[in-house]
């Protein structure tokens, strides 16, 4: 069992950052593949990115690829989505997800565990 916790969102300007935070519990953190998706509002949830258990492998949604990039500590239990260069596009609910093997990494009905979100407002 693995609970994820999100943290970071919040509202900021056009062309800003941020960077959201998913602390996940237990002693296995490093065994699973971690993802962040995105909801906006009457859409449904969409990909992100996604990491692998050790880092060296990332995948990116092409609307936020060279301006996000995902990362993770395992010594931390966190992984992390940084955002540069925000459009009031990528304004959404952002959960972070946890699953165990790679396949299928950009569909919500492959990962086991989801946190409860955190909101990302970017003003124009």
């Known amino acids: 069992q693995v609970q994820l916790v999100e943290s970071g969102g919040g509202l900021v300007q056009a062309g800003g950052s941020l960077r959201l935070s998913c602390a996940a519990s237990?002693?296995?953190?490093?065994?699973?593949?971690m993802g962040w998706f995105r909801q906006a509002p009457g859409k449904d949830r969409e990909f992100v990115a996604c990491i692998s258990w050790g880092g060296g492998n990332t995948y990116y949604a092409d609307s936020v690829k060279g301006r996000f990039t995902i990362s993770r500590d395992n010594a931390k239990n966190t992984a992390y989505l940084q955002m540069n260069s925000l459009k009031p596009e990528d304004t959404a609910v952002y959960y972070c997800a946890a699953k165990r093997g790679l396949g299928g990494y950009h569909t919500t009905t492959s990962y086991d565990y989801w946190g409860q979100g955190t909101q990302v407002t970017v003003s124009s």
């Open positions: 237990g002693r296995t953190f490093s065994s699973y593949v």
